[in-house]
């Protein structure tokens, strides 16, 4: 490792470093997602296990900050799975009044590998085999699908639609329906291997940004399947110490070395950062997500836009399942200020997101994108809001403002934080026969 970097210049191994940093960024957002609900260093009491289903059971405020960008529209099922010892089986009940619900499954590459959900399997009972990158055994019949996954670790992400704190109960009773076992255990047979620790290295943000990300990155890269696509190029990367199997030590770099590592790492993140404002198509103010999350056919080469999609909130939907818009800037192009401005989002009749299951607005703060305190509680507005009141003519006003616009208007009110706001729009089971046309209305100002 030392006499591989040794050879390069500086100038080399910050080129190498901000290229290997961009494919990592992703990898290493999941990391410290998994580190931060399952790591040694968690709480116990708030600390998750592994390939162990865990529903929520109300809707998430802001005391939620595990993940950035979280809805306000589903209940969560969720878990870190781990791979290595056997696959897992994925059990669904029959989903009653034809429900949105869906689980999604994500690699540490960040790429959607699988959907089980209303969208691709119906909603009807159902088994589905989830596969580690090292298994090749043969499916039980009863499995309906298999998912194979590229890396040991993966995360399952479950939603089910919920209409209003009176459907709660129902929303339980599904998730009741919903199992995750090891395939031994679906198959009532002995376990093949015993539960080995599923705990790796905890994740230090600090030493991300330094040449030890790499030490990271080969964890993960030591416990997946390197695409023949990628091959090649992680073959490049191990000039600087990247592979599987790799001896590398960031403390025996010296000073240079590492400064150059680090060097790259900070043109990488601003180079994440600057395509962040660049990502999708930009419509009256609103910036597509499209194409910032998807599986690896869709994201295969396209390294800097899934770190973007990272960047700005992992656990992104394939375009099929969910299509998003974000917006910072109100129709002037002025960034959304609620401590300068009061704000009106108007649709037009007619002009609503074209959707197959349901539309909703989430308010978030930025930088952290997190949702906001407010003295109503509301956190998000959509089609299943309870007491929104439409124009004569059909039209739809939103009120955007740190407080109240008037007893009379606040059925209608999405509360701001007092200063920088964003907004997403989350359009889930798109109508593709009208989506692909559909443009938000811009944010302006109350003058």
């Known amino acids: 490792m030392e006499s591989s970097i ?3 210049s500086p100038k080399e191994i910050t080129r190498l470093a ?3 940093y961009i494919f990592a960024f992703p990898i290493l957002e999941n990391y410290r997602t998994m580190d ?12 998750r296990c592994f390939n162990t289903l865990r529903n929520t059971s109300h809707l998430l405020g802001p005391e939620f900050k595990n993940i950035v960008a979280p809805n306000n529209d589903t209940l969560y099922s969720s878990t870190w799975l781990d791979l290595k010892n056997e696959p ?33 399997t119906g909603y009807s009972p159902g088994d589905y085999l989830i596969t580690g990158p090292d298994w090749n055994g043969v499916a039980p019949n009863k499995v309906q699908q298999i998912f194979p996954c590229e890396t040991r670790f993966a995360f399952l992400l479950g939603r089910t639609l919920i209409d209003g704190p009176e459907d ?8 009741a ?16 291997v015993a539960p080995g620790d599923s705990h790796i290295m905890p994740f230090e943000k600090e030493k991300s940004l330094t040449a030890a990300f790499i030490t990271y990155l080969n964890t993960i890269l030591d416990n997946a399947t390197i695409h023949p696509d990628e091959a090649d190029m992680i073959q490049r990367f191990s000039a600087i110490g990247i592979g599987q199997g790799s001896d590398f030590d960031h403390s025996l770099l010296d000073e240079s070395t590492a400064a150059a590592i680090e060097l790259g790492i900070k043109q990488a993140l601003e180079a994440i950062s600057q395509k962040v404002k660049a990502i999708g198509q930009l419509t009256n103010g609103w910036r597509s997500m499209v194409g910032t999350h998807g599986p690896r056919k869709v994201m295969a080469g396209r390294f800097l836009i899934n770190a973007a999609g990272a960047m700005v909130g992992l656990y992104g939907n394939d375009e099929e399942e969910a299509s998003n818009f ?9 960034e959304l200020d609620a401590s300068k401005h009061n704000y009106i989002l108007r649709f037009e ?12 607005i989430t308010m978030y703060r930025p930088p952290e994108i997190l949702l906001v305190e407010n003295p109503i509680q509301r956190y998000a507005v959509g089609d299943r809001t309870r007491g929104l009141r439409y124009g004569d003519d059909g039209s739809l006003e939103i009120h955007l403002q740190s407080e109240s616009p008037g007893v009379d208007k606040e059925s209608n009110w999405l509360p701001t934080p007092p200063g920088a706001f964003m907004m997403a729009l989350r359009c889930y089971l798109p109508d593709t026969e009208r989506f692909s046309a559909y443009e938000p209305p811009g944010i302006r100002k109350v003058k």
Do not use: C
């Open 18 to 20: 901000e290229e290997a």
């Open 88 to 120: 897992l089986v994925l059990s669904v009940p029959e989903i009653p009044d034809q429900r949105y619900y869906v689980f999604q499954l994500v690699s540490m590459y960040n790429h959607n590998f699988g959907y089980v959900g209303a969208r691709t």
């Open 177 to 192: 329906g919903y199992r995750l076992q090891p395939l031994s255990q679906y198959l009532d047979h002995p376990a093949p």
């Open 326 to 334: 974000m917006v910072l800037v109100d129709d002037e192009g002025d």
């Open 168 to 175: 709660l109960e129902q929303v339980k009773a599904i998730q």
């Open 6 to 8: 040794s050879k390069l």
């Open 36 to 47: 931060r609900l399952t790591g040694i260093n968690t709480p116990e009491d708030q600390r």
């Open 349 to 360: 009749k007619g002009n609503l997101p074209p959707v197959k299951a349901f539309w909703s």
